[in-house]
Nanobody
Framework: QVQLVESGGGLVQAGGSLRLSCAAS????????MGWFRQAPGKEREFVAR????????YYRDSVKGRFTISRDNAKNTVYLQMNSLNPEDTAVYYC???????????????WGQGTQVTVSS
């Protein structure tokens, strides 16, 4: 069982930056791939980024490549999402998820946090 708690969301102007954090419980954090999803009002939840257990592999949705960076600190049981050059289309509730590297991509059979709101004003 893994419990995930996101933090770091907030209101930011277009062009600004935020760093989201997701703290995980449990002693086997490094064995899980981690991912970030987001859900905008009236839209389905969508994949944003994933990272494998030892940080050797990452993957992003096209619209955030070059702007967002996923990273993790296994000593702190925490995964991060650094978001730069934010635009209003990035406004959403952001969720972290833990599971296998493949499952994290699709958000299936994974653990979820409660989400943190990111609002980007124009």
């Amino acid at each position: 069982q893994v419990q995930l708690v996101e933090s770091g969301g907030g209101l930011v102007q277009a062009g600004g930056s935020l760093r989201l954090s997701c703290a995980a419980s449990g002693r086997t954090f490094s064995s899980y791939a981690m991912g970030w999803f987001r859900q905008a009002p009236g839209k389905e939840r969508e994949f944003v980024a994933r990272i494998n257990g030892d940080s050797s592999s990452t993957y992003y949705r096209d619209s955030v490549k070059g702007r967002f960076t996923i990273s993790r600190d296994n000593a702190k049981n925490t995964v991060y999402l650094q978001m730069n050059s934010l635009n209003p289309e990035d406004t959403a509730v952001y969720y972290c998820t833990a599971g296998s590297y493949n499952d994290v991509l699709f958000g299936r059979n994974t653990y979820w946090g409660q989400g943190t709101q990111v609002t980007v004003s124009s």
